[in-house]
């Protein structure tokens, strides 16, 4: 009997994980964290604190717990003859606890993930983990005792992202991964939606559902939007020019530094992105060491530098996705400090990961599984809601309770 486990993601945006298994045969899908933060103090293995902070899923069978302070079952005493950690996408809240497995630990993820993960290795901006990582071409199987799992590319804000569609026991479940339609592949969603069909359980992300609606709620900006509000901007206006964006978004870097190129006013990148940036472009990459001011550059600045900026003559800082996101984090507020500080107006051109609540339900619909489950989202309920009015039939789990698929999935 199959049975599915629900470890984290019902009612945040991010940190998603659930585990399907036979008794004999594993796989787990997603492996991030909101954040690493512990106590230090406590004596214990990092693995265990973060376990014990609810940061890690306390998914028994799959830690080295020989070290924890407290018995908790872990790959020695596993009887699982064989399993696997599948990743949809290189988002910290995706992937950022695969440090913590054991050495031996197969992890899986598309191939352009994989290439990805390896160039941010190489520039500095990933760690080294102990689990064996394998990078997996789209649609092709991996096999993990009875379950075959492929990777299905979608539309996101990171290259590699990808859906992940399980069979095993004549059932195929799809878990869609963080999806939108306002990228810089939207067609991807189309070919998504064909190439997992049939689908008899659906996990899909719900992160617009976390929002109150209004009357625009679902007229998202468009990557397209971002490029064309930059180009204004290069062109209006004469004096420094300061840009925060996510390293992981690489359609983004390389479109922006190319348009600069083209503009004429080249983005001066910082050593990380630069490295970054010439491993996906053949376009020149100009790098700064030291901030020269010359009042009239474009600039990009990581957040860990943005006291840096008050050396430059005042000007426009752009943020676009990059840390700190957004006013829950309490790095935001000292970033907003520093640039009123050093007279920076700041603008927001982010453009979200993440489809409208429209889309989601367009995407939900077409792929026409027999049961959704609502995620990755902080108002699960509101999105079952809306999955039902749309003729859809939700389940929405409890955290960390076992439940038997053919359960789920009775009529």
Not at 22 to 51: C, Q, T, W
Not at 90 to 112: F, I, Q, R, W
Not at 136 to 153: A, R
Request: charged share 25%; net charge negative; proline share 6%.
């Amino acid at each position: 009997m199959d049975c599915i486990t629900f470890w984290n993601g019902l009612h945040t945006i991010g940190s998603n994980i659930f585990s399907l298994d036979n008794g004999k045969n594993r796989v787990i899908m997603d492996f991030g964290m909101p954040d690493e933060n512990y106590d230090h103090d406590s004596g214990m293995p990092a693995a265990e604190a973060l376990i014990s902070a609810g940061k890690l899923p306390k998914i028994p069978y799959l830690f080295d717990t020989r070290q924890f302070t407290k018995r908790f079952p872990g790959i020695h005493d596993s009887e699982f003859q064989s399993q696997a950690v599948f990743v949809s996408h290189l988002h910290l809240d995706h992937n950022s606890g695969l440090k913590y497995l054991p050495e031996g630990t197969d992890v899986y993820m598309s191939e352009a993930a994989k290439n990805l993960y390896d160039a941010l290795l190489m520039c500095g901006m990933e760690v080294e983990v102990a689990a064996d990582l394998h990078g997996v071409p789209f649609n092709e199987t991996v096999q993990v005792g009875d379950y075959s799992v492929s990777f299905i590319e979608n539309d996101h804000d990171t290259i590699g992202s990808a859906g992940i569609l399980i069979e095993g026991g004549n059932q195929r479940i799809l878990h869609s991964g963080d999806v939108r339609k306002n990228g810089y592949h939207p067609g991807n969603m189309e070919t998504f939606i064909e190439q997992a069909q049939p689908v008899d359980l659906l996990m899909i992300e719900g992160t617009s559902f976390s929002f109150l609606s209004d009357s625009s709620d679902d007229v998202q900006r468009t990557e397209r939007d971002l490029l064309d509000d930059f180009t204004q901007l290069l062109i209006d206006e004469d004096k420094n020019i300061v840009i925060n964006p996510y390293p992981r978004n690489i359609d983004r870097l390389t479109s922006l530094n190319r348009l600069s190129i083209k503009m004429d006013r080249p983005i001066y990148w910082d050593a990380e992105f630069s490295k970054l940036l010439k491993i996906y472009t053949d376009d020149p990459v100009h790098t700064w060491t030291d901030l020269e001011d010359t009042k009239h550059r474009v600039i990009q600045l990581h957040f860990s530098d943005i006291e840096k900026i008050s050396g430059l003559s005042p000007g426009t800082y752009i943020h676009m996705n990059g840390e700190p996101l957004g006013d829950y984090d309490p790095r935001y507020e000292i970033m907003q400090t520093i640039l009123q500080r050093s007279q920076f107006e700041f603008k927001d051109y982010s453009v979200s990961g993440h489809a409208s609540k429209a889309d989601i339900l367009t995407i939900a619909e077409s792929v026409n599984p027999q049961r959704v489950v609502p995620w990755h989202t902080f108002e699960p309920e509101k999105q079952g809601t809306a999955l039902r009015k749309n003729g859809m039939t939700p389940f929405i789990p409890k955290k960390e309770t076992p439940y038997l698929l053919s359960d789920i999935l009775k009529p």
